[in-house]
């Protein structure tokens, strides 16, 4: 990796790299050098680069429809147990794929500020990992990464979501990642129910409070960009720091504008509705509370 690399010139690397083991390793080695200040151009905008429509992958583990998924089970059996860490391995596959695909595809083209840019490469950061320690669990439990089949469904979504920044993070960042929230505490229950806390364990301390931040970077960035298009945020000074209670997060919060544009844009770019019971403490800890996401959850709502 050469120091004069920009961000997105990795980022691309990474998302062409089809082995998932080292999509994890190089996307690993590409944030400690963004974070450590090693990479320090975001993009070279005097470059033009092609995002690919899909990430490279290796073919050996078999796509099937959603609808044909074989069951899951509730981890009371072994077989089970390896069902579910499988899917789960998978979704961070496609998790560390979509991270990079953010910053590559839409950080030059919709002028994200350097914040941006960090926030994504954290999230990265933490699929892979995610995916390297489930990976290693699988294999504990006796099975491997392509010995099942599994489905795309989240690649679909991206595709769908390929031109619009806004319905990228409303989409994967506040739907998906919201529904992997609000399903995780019964998976990790059920592992623990069938004896298997080893695997809780990594789901609850480790992947569980990781996935609450990438949910808040969705929510984070989308609130930008609506305050951004009405001009609301200064770039020179970014408003959008952990924890800080200023004047323009109150603001934020307040904004029913932000809401509904978020409502508008679920609807336009989401098959609906959402699918209640809602882990409200996590999406709370994520900053978004239900008046986001309970209207999507009616049946038949009437187009705004
Ligand atoms: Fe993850
Ligand atoms: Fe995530």
Same mark, same amino acid.
Request: include cysteine.
């Given at each position: 990796?050469?120091?004069?690399?920009?961000?997105?010139?990795?980022?691309?690397?990474?998302?062409?790299?089809?082995?998932?083991?080292?999509?994890?390793?190089?996307?690993?080695?590409?944030?400690?050098?963004?974070?450590?200040?090693?990479?320090?151009?975001?993009?070279?905008?005097?470059?033009?680069?092609?995002?690919?429509?899909?990430?490279?992958?290796?073919? %050996?583990?078999?796509?099937?429809?959603?609808?044909?998924?074989?069951?899951?089970?509730?981890?009371?059996?072994?077989?089970?147990?390896?069902? $579910?860490?499988?899917?789960?391995?998978?979704?961070?596959?496609?998790?560390?794929?979509?991270?990079?695909? $953010?910053? @590559?595809?839409?950080?030059?083209?919709?002028?994200?500020?350097?914040?941006?840019?960090?926030?994504?490469?954290?999230?990265?950061?933490?699929?892979?990992?995610?995916?390297?320690?489930?990976?290693?669990?699988?294999?504990?439990?006796?099975?491997?990464?392509?010995?099942?089949?599994?489905?795309?469904?989240?690649?679909?979504?991206?595709?769908?979501?390929?031109?619009?920044?806004?319905?990228?993070?409303?989409?994967?960042?506040?739907?998906?990642?919201?529904?992997?929230?609000?399903?995780?505490?019964?998976?990790?229950?059920?592992?623990?129910?069938?004896?298997?806390?080893?695997?809780?364990?990594?789901?609850?301390?480790?992947?569980?409070?990781?996935? $609450?931040?990438?949910?808040?970077?969705?929510?984070?960035?989308?609130?930008?960009?609506?305050?951004?298009?009405?001009?609301?945020?200064?770039?020179?000074?970014?408003?959008?720091?952990?924890?800080?209670?200023?004047?323009?997060?109150?603001?934020?919060?307040? %904004?029913?504008?932000?809401?509904?544009?978020?409502?508008?844009?679920?609807?336009?770019?989401?098959?609906?509705?959402?699918?209640?019971?809602?882990?409200?403490? @996590?999406?709370?800890?994520?900053?978004?509370?239900?008046?986001?996401?309970?209207?999507?959850?009616?049946?038949?709502?009437?187009?705004?």
């Amino acid at each position: 990796m050469s120091g004069t690399e920009s961000l997105v010139e990795v980022a691309l690397r990474v998302l062409n790299t089809a082995d998932p083991v080292e999509k994890a390793r190089l996307g690993d080695e590409v944030a400690n050098k963004w974070l450590q200040g090693l990479i320090t151009q975001p993009y070279d905008p005097s470059q033009h680069f092609t995002v690919p429509d899909r990430p490279a992958r290796l073919t %050996n583990v078999k796509l099937v429809s959603p609808s044909l998924m074989p069951k899951l089970g509730k981890a009371g059996s072994l077989q089970s147990r390896q069902a $579910i860490v499988h899917s789960l391995v998978h979704t961070e596959s496609w998790a560390i794929d979509l991270s990079w695909d $953010i910053i @590559a595809r839409f950080g030059n083209q919709e002028a994200m500020p350097r914040e941006f840019f960090t926030d994504f490469v954290k999230v990265a950061q933490d699929e892979g990992r995610h995916f390297s320690l489930l990976a290693a669990r699988l294999e504990e439990l006796g099975s491997f990464y392509g010995a099942l089949p599994a489905h795309d469904g989240l690649w679909d979504s991206a595709t769908a979501t390929s031109e619009d920044l806004l319905a990228r993070l409303a989409v994967e960042h506040c739907v998906h990642e919201a529904r992997g929230l609000d399903v995780l505490p019964t998976t990790i229950s059920r592992f623990r129910n069938g004896g298997d806390n080893q695997t809780a364990d990594l789901l609850e301390k480790v992947i569980y409070p990781e996935e $609450i931040t990438h949910c808040a970077a969705g929510v984070k960035w989308f609130k930008y960009l609506c305050l951004r298009s009405k001009n609301l945020v200064d770039e020179s000074s970014m408003v959008f720091e952990e924890g800080g209670a200023r004047e323009s997060d109150r603001i934020m919060e307040e %904004n029913d504008e932000v809401i509904q544009k978020f409502h508008a844009t679920v609807r336009t770019h989401f098959r609906g509705p959402l699918k209640p019971p809602f882990n409200e403490a @996590a999406r709370k800890a994520a900053g978004f509370g239900p008046q986001w996401y309970e209207p999507l959850a009616v049946k038949d709502v009437i187009p705004e």
